[in-house]
């Protein structure tokens, strides 16, 4: 696994659902999520619910996001999932910027189980901000 930059603060909820990002490099992130009943969408067996993985997703892709954007503020604005499977076990996600333009990026996310596809996502992220505030045009 690589190591996390400096400016890799995880956001709280990460902990609350327990995503936890391995590796971020210039336009990639990689993260996991444990599956278990605290994320299940049924009770008594593993089944993530699908904004369990989601959330997984646009984590990854953020920090994506954020790392090929000088680790500005890279807040989500679409994300598109598609489920290929049921999320039963511990899931890996990879994020990679796919096109980095001037204002937004486009990254796509391969969620997996045990090396299989349980899912795709993509997202398209504000790339222009700043680590300090709002990438948003307070104008707006």
Do not use: C
Not at 7 to 17: A, D, G, K, L
Not at 87 to 104: I, K, Y
């Amino acid at each position: 696994m690589g190591e996390l930059p400096d400016e890799y603060f995880p956001p709280p909820y990460y902990e609350t659902i327990g995503i936890e990002i391995h590796d971020i490099d210039d336009g990639f992130a990689v993260g996991e999520l444990t599956v278990d009943e605290s994320v299940s969408a049924t009770t008594g067996e593993p089944l993530a619910h699908g904004g369990a993985v989601a959330s997984l997703a646009d984590a990854v892709g953020y920090w994506a996001a954020s790392s090929a954007a000088g680790f500005a503020i890279t807040p989500t604005i679409d994300l598109r999932i598609d489920y290929l499977q049921p999320a039963t076990d511990d899931l890996r996600a990879e994020a990679t910027v796919t096109r980095q333009g001037d204002n937004v990026g486009s990254i796509d996310v391969d969620i997996e189980i045990d090396d299989r596809m349980m899912a795709t996502a993509r997202g398209v992220f504000k790339m222009d901000g700043d680590s300090d505030g709002s990438p948003w045009d307070p104008e707006m």
